[in-house]
């Protein structure tokens, strides 16, 4: 296996859980967790450090963190949306990470390509996330935690708000000079074009190409062929997805498309010619308890982030 044809795949029950409009018992999200980890995943996306006012769902990510089995190799995201969910990680960290090898390797920080999703999603202007931005990283670098900058809209958005492949580009080297250890571009909202993955990607790619750079994409099962065939042509080697393509961002306030299928993105990224670290056969039963979570707590349509 080559490093130019293996992919990173993250899988991103946080995204999934968020999405649910009925709450999910914490030993039925951490039983899902674990269940992903025995299928072989080894790169998590898992919950979220935020207020439980605004994102009830994510209110036991601590505890969940507690419970679950986390080996050797293991890659764990939680997302957050301000300092104080930094120090929230930090201190799961110290009091839970103890047991074996377990730990919260990276926080995950949403950066709105435009102003509108900025206010929905974290409550600040984009000034005032950039300052955040600066002193989570403080928080992070000085508890080695790498910072994961999700850079929403990146690919448009529903708000008529100038949009370019070029203010990606300086968003992008932005959160790489404030110490970003990986850059994901997120469709969020699920309006971008195959093409538009492609030349917004191969732009980033151009001009930051030490970057770690990869996409969070929102597709319809019709589309997401032809994005991730583009996404691989411009040299895109980390993807996010979902088992069910499952899970919902609860402020983006349109109609939304679902995420990436992790069932469907499998097969293609064979059939293309790359590789990843586990399988279909693998996940099978992960599918299964995705499809009753679905059915227990979830709306009779997909939502999404």
Not at 96 to 109: E, L, M, P
Not at 186 to 212: I, Y
Request: hydrophobic content about 40%; proline content about 4%.
């Amino acid at each position: 296996m080559t490093q130019d044809t293996h992919i990173t795949l993250t899988e991103c029950p946080r995204d999934a859980f968020q999405g649910f409009p009925k709450f999910i018992p914490t030993d039925r999200k951490t039983a899902y967790v674990n269940r992903l980890i025995k299928a072989g995943v080894r790169r998590i996306d898992f919950g979220s450090f935020v207020s439980p006012k605004a994102v009830p769902q994510m209110a036991d990510t601590a505890s969940l963190f507690e419970n679950m089995k986390a080996p050797d190799g293991m890659y764990l995201i939680a997302i957050i949306a301000n300092l104080r969910g930094a120090e929230g990680l930090v201190a799961a960290n110290q009091k839970f990470g103890h047991t074996g090898n377990r730990k919260i390797h990276a926080a995950g920080f949403p950066m709105s390509i435009n102003e509108t999703f900025q206010q929905r999603n974290t409550n600040k202007s984009l000034d005032e996330a950039w300052d955040e931005l600066e002193r989570i990283h403080g928080v992070c670098d000085k508890n080695a935690v790498d910072l994961v900058v999700y850079l929403s809209m990146a690919f448009g958005n529903p708000y008529g708000e100038p949009h370019s492949a070029q203010r990606v580009v300086e968003f992008a080297k932005r959160a790489l000079d404030l110490g970003a250890k990986t850059v994901q571009l997120a469709d969020t909202v699920g309006v971008a074009t195959a093409d538009e993955v492609g030349e917004t990607f191969s732009a980033v790619r151009t001009a930051l190409p030490d970057l770690h750079l990869g996409v969070h994409l929102h597709a319809t099962p019709q589309s997401i062929r032809d994005k991730v065939k583009s996404a691989l042509d411009a040299g895109c080697r980390v993807f996010d997805s979902a088992i069910g393509g499952i899970g919902g961002c609860p402020f983006a306030e349109d109609e939304l498309v679902g995420n990436m299928d992790t069932l469907q993105l499998l097969p293609l990224l064979e059939e293309f010619g790359y590789k990843t670290d586990y399988t279909i056969d693998a996940l099978l039963d992960c599918a299964a308890e995705a499809q009753e979570l679905q059915r227990k707590y979830g709306a009779s349509n997909d939502s999404d982030h």
